[in-house]
């Protein structure tokens, strides 16, 4: 994706995100260029660099539901969640403002399975109230070692290239056994149209 929009948030991302937003029913009602501080404070920035610094930065759009009044708020950070996020945690310390967060992983390129980004897996696992992903996301190890109350949803088989080592075998085992895996309307995530979906909603034990 980096290469497609030039690395670049302003002149590559920013005005697709606009685009889809709009064209997906959604009236903007505010923008701005944003950093976060070393002490995970949100600070307004004039523009974002073209090369991504120590610190996250990017943009924050308010924007409401046509026909709604409510107003919802999106941000896009660009940042290394992997080894450099341990060194540098302004960002987690953004995210302790949100409290019981509810977290949607969508074609994760199975980073979270990897030891490099266990600080980014492990502080989902200790923060968020609800975790709604494909495979790709969390591997389902992690969520059965904490007790973690998983509903099963389409069907699931080996991932495609590149990801063809990635099959999760207790996964598998899982949609084999599960007397009550749930039909879905709608596909997601890597190889739509030639593999099943599988899709995962995991609840944190109360």
Partial sequence: ???????????????????????????????????????????????????????????????????????????????????????NSAFLRFLGGYENPRVLLKSASFLLHSANFAVMRDYILDHAQMVVQDDSGIPFRNFTARKWNVSLYGGYSRPLAPFTGKLQPDLEAAYANAPAVKEKSFSMGYGTGRRPTALLVARRPQ
Avoid: C, W, Y
């Fill in 1 to 87: 994706m980096s290469q497609q929009f030039r690395g670049q948030l302003m002149d590559g991302l920013l005005p697709v995100v606009l685009m889809l937003m709009a064209r997906s029913g959604n009236v903007i009602d505010g923008l701005r260029m944003v950093s976060i501080d070393e002490a995970g404070k949100l600070v307004e920035i004039e523009k974002s660099p073209e090369s991504r610094g120590p610190l996250p930065d990017g943009f924050q759009i308010r924007f409401h539901r046509d026909g709604e009044t409510a107003s919802r708020t999106l941000f896009f950070f660009r940042l290394d969640m992997g080894p450099k996020l341990q060194a």
